[in-house]
C-alpha cells in the first residue's frame, strides 16, 4: 500500500514538472519572436549608416543622367538696307537707296539636352535628420548637342544693286541664332525639369533601402542661381 503511494506521488510530481516546462515555453516563445523581430527592424532601419556607402555607389553607376531635352525651333531674321547719308547745303541727310534692300529669314532648329553627372557624388550630398533623407543634386549641365540651318526654308530678298548673302554671312547669323537660343534657356524651366526626372530615379532606390517616400526629399543646392548664372553650366557638343 505504501508503494503504491510512492508511485502516485512520483507520478503527480513528474506531471507538475512537464507542465510547468509547457507553460514556460509558451510564455518565452512570444518574447523570443519579439526581440527577433525588434533586432530585425534595428537592422532594416534607415537611419543606419551602412545604408549610405550603399546608396553612394548605386547613385555614382548613374554616371550621366539625361534628365532633359528640347528641341528648339527659331527663325533668325536680318534686315540691311543700304542708305546714303551725308550733309548738303548744311542739312543732314539719311537717303533710303532704291533697290538696294536685302532681307532675310533662317529657320534654325536646335537640341538641348539637360543632365546631371553623379560620377562626384559623395555623403556631401546627403542631409539626414531621424527619418528625413535630403539628396542634394549635383548642378544641372545643358548642352546644345546640334543646331543646323534648315536651308530648304530659307528665305531671301536681294535688291537688283545688292549681292547675294555671303556663306560667311550666313555663318555669322547662324552663330547670332545659337546665342539667341541659348539666351531662351533660363524660361524652358529645365532646372525643375531636371529635378523632377533626377527624383524618378533616385526614390526608388531609397526606398528599397527602406526609407518611406514622403520622407525623402530631392533638390538641388539652394544658392544654385539657374536663371542668372546658367552660362557657367551650358557646353557644346558640336
Keep these: 500500500m505504501k508503494q503504491r503511494r510512492n508511485i502516485l506521488i512520483a507520478t503527480a510530481a513528474l506531471l507538475v514538472l512537464v507542465l510547468f516546462g509547457?507553460?514556460?515555453?509558451?510564455?518565452?516563445?512570444?518574447?523570443?519572436?519579439?526581440?527577433?523581430?525588434?533586432?530585425?527592424?534595428r537592422n532594416l532601419s534607415p537611419g543606419r549608416n551602412d545604408t549610405i556607402p550603399m546608396l553612394i555607389l548605386q547613385v555614382q553607376k548613374?554616371?550621366?543622367?539625361?534628365?532633359?531635352?528640347?528641341?528648339?525651333?527659331?527663325i533668325v531674321t536680318h534686315d540691311d538696307a543700304l542708305r546714303l547719308?551725308?550733309?548738303?547745303?548744311?542739312?543732314?541727310?539719311?537717303?533710303?537707296?532704291?533697290?538696294?534692300?536685302?532681307?532675310?529669314?533662317?529657320?534654325?532648329?536646335?537640341?538641348?539636352?539637360?543632365?546631371?553627372?553623379?560620377?562626384?557624388?559623395?555623403?556631401?550630398?546627403?542631409?539626414r535628420s531621424g527619418n528625413q533623407i535630403t539628396i542634394i543634386l549635383p548642378d544641372p549641365q545643358v548642352v546644345m548637342t546640334s543646331s543646323k540651318i534648315d536651308q530648304q526654308n530659307v528665305k531671301q530678298?536681294?535688291?537688283?544693286t545688292r549681292a547675294h548673302f555671303s556663306d560667311?554671312?550666313?555663318?555669322?547669323?547662324?552663330?547670332?541664332?545659337?546665342?539667341?537660343?541659348?539666351q531662351s534657356i533660363p524660361d524652358m524651366g529645365i532646372e525643375?525639369?531636371?529635378?523632377?526626372?533626377?527624383?524618378?530615379?533616385?526614390?526608388?532606390?531609397?526606398?528599397?533601402?527602406?526609407?518611406?517616400?514622403?520622407?525623402i526629399t530631392i533638390a538641388f543646392r539652394k544658392d544654385l542661381d539657374f536663371?542668372?548664372?546658367?552660362?557657367?553650366?551650358i557646353r557644346f557638343e558640336d
Design 22 to 41: 509547457l507553460l514556460t515555453r509558451c510564455q518565452l516563445l512570444p518574447g523570443d519572436r519579439f526581440l527577433a523581430a525588434d533586432s530585425d527592424a
Design 62 to 74: 548613374c554616371s550621366k543622367l539625361y534628365t532633359a531635352e528640347y528641341r528648339v525651333h527659331k
Design 85 to 127: 547719308k551725308g550733309q548738303l547745303m548744311s542739312k543732314q541727310f539719311n537717303l533710303k537707296v532704291p533697290l538696294a534692300d536685302r532681307k532675310i529669314a533662317i529657320p534654325m532648329d536646335a537640341k538641348i539636352k539637360a543632365y546631371i553627372d553623379f560620377s562626384e557624388f559623395s555623403e556631401q550630398n546627403i542631409e
Design 157 to 160: 530678298y536681294v535688291g537688283l
Design 168 to 182: 560667311e554671312e550666313l555663318a555669322n547669323y547662324q552663330q547670332q541664332g545659337r546665342e539667341a537660343i541659348l
Design 192 to 215: 525643375e525639369t531636371a529635378r523632377a526626372n533626377a527624383a524618378k530615379v533616385l526614390v526608388p532606390m531609397l526606398t528599397q533601402l527602406g526609407y518611406e517616400e514622403q520622407n
Design 227 to 233: 536663371r542668372h548664372k546658367y552660362q557657367g553650366l
